[in-house]
């Protein structure tokens, strides 16, 4: 908008100004010209009347833009004379009055007498501003010198009322007509933004509409070709892991059943540990490509009351843990997919931290849930490591003591195809610290003032 306003500003304004130079000279000399023919007709009429009645004619004659009068001397001097205007005054004379020489005929120039004094509005509606006055003193045959003072139009110049109103009209048609160009062609680009950051947290979204200008469409179409062909890179990936683990499931029953045949001993013992191990790994896939493909509707609920419940429900198998929010915090999410995410992550505090505890709290676009533990921690260097799948840190959170591995990356990739994130740090006191985001517009909380 700003460039095309800039551009057509200029682009008008230095037409208006050469338009304007080109038709100076023209205005000027047909201004003059109109005058001397009316000073030369109006002499005519005043010299065939007689001198008594020469008074009542000019009141006749006079108006708002030629003033009129006579005297025995004339109104204007010798000096300064303006040749060019003295010929023309002079041709119009001659077919009534023959030659004219300077002795009977002064031409010069003035200005007018309300020029200042507010005009400029009947300027605007009439026409050209009338600043510049001829001044002609014609001594007639009988020795009396008749006397005008006659406006003259001039050039308008580039800074004239028509050429401010022009551009202000100029100027509001290119903000009114541009306005509605930009929003036709932002519109399109607007949604084609909202629906790229809605691919990275659901690549099932639905597609954009082929519309808006020729560009968009065609950068809409491309989008929508690449969604297609994500979407069908994770059904095919999903797929081919659900096959994978379903598969592994019968040479899995088929080892356990041979070595359950063995003589007992410690081989016999570690091998079923192991093919125990390659099961959990092998169910847990399954579960997680399952929810992968799950097309969960999203719904209202409680978060408040969901964390809540999900404490409780820790603490009914042995672990410790507490919530602390006074209120209610309504989220519009995929409810068993956000309950699995934190249950995880409070679980895995809980487990390995000796006590999680939780809080929540609204940001300014974004509403954050806080899990702490009091363990050892973890590494800075594996921080970021522990979201990859089938990755386990060793020590407190070996293999022994639970787990596989897709915890934590089941709730990240919930958490991100609801808009947030999960963070993890260390925190000064000692223990680990998992805060989890959500958009503040997947949330709203009823009672604001109740925390």
């Not at 356990?256 to 896939?285: C, F, H, I, Y």
Request: with cysteine; charged share 25%.
């Amino acid at each position: 908008m700003i460039v095309l306003l800039v551009g057509l500003t200029l682009s008008h304004l230095a037409s208006t100004y050469f338009l304007s130079f080109g038709s100076h000279d023209t205005t000027i000399a047909t201004s003059e010209r109109l005058c001397a023919d009316h000073v030369a007709v109006i002499a005519h009429l005043i010299e065939k009347v007689p001198s008594a009645e020469r008074a009542a004619l000019l009141g006749d004659l006079a108006g708002t833009l030629t003033d009129i009068s006579l005297s025995t001397q004339p109104k204007v001097g010798l000096t300064p004379q303006d040749e060019d205007e003295l010929s023309l005054v002079q041709a119009a004379l001659r077919p009534h009055f023959g030659a004219v020489g300077p002795s009977r005929l002064h031409v010069a120039h003035g200005r007018t007498a309300t020029e200042g004094d507010g005009s400029w509005w009947r300027n605007l509606l009439g026409g050209f501003p009338h600043d510049r006055i001829m001044q002609v003193s014609l001594q007639l045959k009988d020795g009396q010198w008749v006397n005008f003072d006659m406006a003259m139009v001039r050039g308008v110049p580039l800074w004239s009322p028509h050429t401010v109103l022009s551009t202000v009209a100029m100027m509001v048609g290119v903000l009114v007509f541009g306005g509605w160009a930009t929003g036709w062609v932002g519109r399109p680009l607007a949604t084609f933004a909202a629906a790229a950051d809605r691919l990275g947290r659901d690549v099932n979204a639905p597609r954009l509409p082929e519309n808006g200008p020729r560009e968009v469409r065609r950068a809409v179409v491309a989008f929508n070709e690449m969604q297609d062909r994500i979407r069908r890179f994770v059904d095919d990936r999903t797929q081919m892991l659900a096959a994978i683990s379903h598969d592994l499931r019968s040479p899995i029953t088929r080892l356990r059943l041979r070595t359950e045949l063995l003589a007992e001993g410690e081989g016999r013992d570690k091998m079923l540990r192991d093919l125990d191990e390659m099961e959990a790994m092998v169910a847990s896939s399954l579960d997680f490509a399952r929810d992968e493909a799950a097309d969960e509707p999203g719904q209202d609920i409680d978060l408040a009351a969901t964390l809540e419940a999900i404490c409780d429900n820790t603490s009914d198998i042995g672990l410790r843990a507490a919530f602390e929010w006074d209120g209610r915090l309504v989220c519009h999410c995929r409810p068993a997919a956000i309950k699995r995410a934190l249950s995880n992550l409070i679980e895995n505090a809980a487990r390995y931290g000796g006590k999680a505890m939780v809080r929540a709290h609204r940001l300014e676009r974004i509403v954050a849930v806080v899990i702490e533990d009091s363990g050892p921690g973890i590494a800075e260097t594996e921080l970021d490591k522990v979201f990859n799948p089938f990755y386990r840190v060793e020590g407190s959170r070996n293999r022994k003591t639970g787990g596989i591995g897709l915890g934590l990356s089941v709730a990240r990739s919930i958490v991100r195809s609801h808009g947030g994130d999960i963070r993890l740090e260390n925190r000064v006191e000692g223990g680990l610290r998992a805060t989890v985001t959500i958009p503040q517009g997947a949330c709203h909380d009823p009672h604001p003032d109740r925390r």
